[in-house]
T-cell receptor, first 118, second 109 residues
Framework: GAVVSQHPSWVICKSGTSVKIECRSLDFQATTMFWYRQFPKQSLMLMATSNEGSKATYEQGVEKDKFLINHASLTLSTLTVTSAHPEDSSFYIC??????????????FGEGSRLTVL | GQNIDQPTEMTATEGAIVQINCTYQTSGFNGLFWYQQHAGEAPTFLSYNVLDGLEEKGRFSSFLSRSKGYSYLLLKELQMKDSASYLCAFKDSNYQLIWGAGTKLIIKP
């Protein structure tokens, strides 16, 4: 199946700093990528849909200015958590669909990035 | 409105069979997925059902009844490595994925 790679896997930062997480589709082009957040023992929460060459679409309740998404190429989307606070500590996961993989719309997930804000 | 529901946690014995149910309500439906997620890892795809019936894939099978808004994931010959959370999600009329909260499956020897 298609491969999505996410970096970094773990990041610890100080409160008030910004953290950038990268999501790459390694063997396919993804015009759309999805960013999820997952708190312990909870399910995936869609934060935003990242569209190549245009602005991201944010879900209700997600602050656009805090979670900056850039999708500059067909294989890379980045999520920047600005002015991070301890409550932003979470598991962030990106995903994408491979448009050549058939009609199922299966999502391929990156490895996830665990953010801890001190 | 839309909602999706699955049990929070289930326990089963190694070598046995377990069925994880998922019920959903939506006005538009375009298929249902099951994903497996081990603790601290990203979800991995297990199955996709768009038509009624049973889809079998090795030890795992998934069933869908669109008229009842019901699906289940059946795991046979359980192994310790099957301990994970199992997430069901359906695609709505806008092809957006609506996720369940996940079922944590605990396998005991």
């Amino acid at each position: 199946g298609a491969v999505v790679s996410q970096h970094p896997s773990w990041v610890i930062c100080k409160s008030g700093t910004s953290v950038k997480i990268e999501c790459r589709s390694l063997d396919f082009q993804a015009t759309t990528m999805f960013w999820y957040r997952q708190f312990p023992k909870q399910s995936l929460m869609l934060m935003a849909t990242s569209n190549e060459g245009s602005k991201a679409t944010y879900e209700q309740g997600v602050e656009k200015d805090k979670f900056l998404i850039n999708h500059a190429s067909l294989t890379l989307s980045t999520l920047t958590v600005t002015s991070a606070h301890p409550e932003d500590s979470s598991f962030y996961i990106c995903s994408a669909r491979d448009p050549t993989s058939g009609d199922t719309g299966e999502l391929f997930f990156g490895e996830g990035s665990r953010l801890t804000v001190l | 409105g839309q909602n999706i529901d699955q049990p929070t946690e289930m326990t089963a014995t190694e070598g046995a069979i377990v069925q994880i149910n998922c019920t959903y309500q939506t006005s538009g439906f375009n298929g249902l997925f099951w994903y497996q997620q081990h603790a601290g890892e990203a979800p991995t795809f297990l199955s996709y059902n768009v038509l009624d019936g049973l889809e079998e894939k090795g030890r795992f099978s998934s069933f869908l009844s669109r008229s009842k808004g019901y699906s289940y994931l059946l795991l046979k010959e359980l192994q310790m490595k099957d301990s994970a959370s199992y997430l069901c999600a359906f695609k709505d009329s806008n092809y957006q994925l609506i996720w369940g909260a996940g079922t944590k499956l605990i396998i005991k020897p």
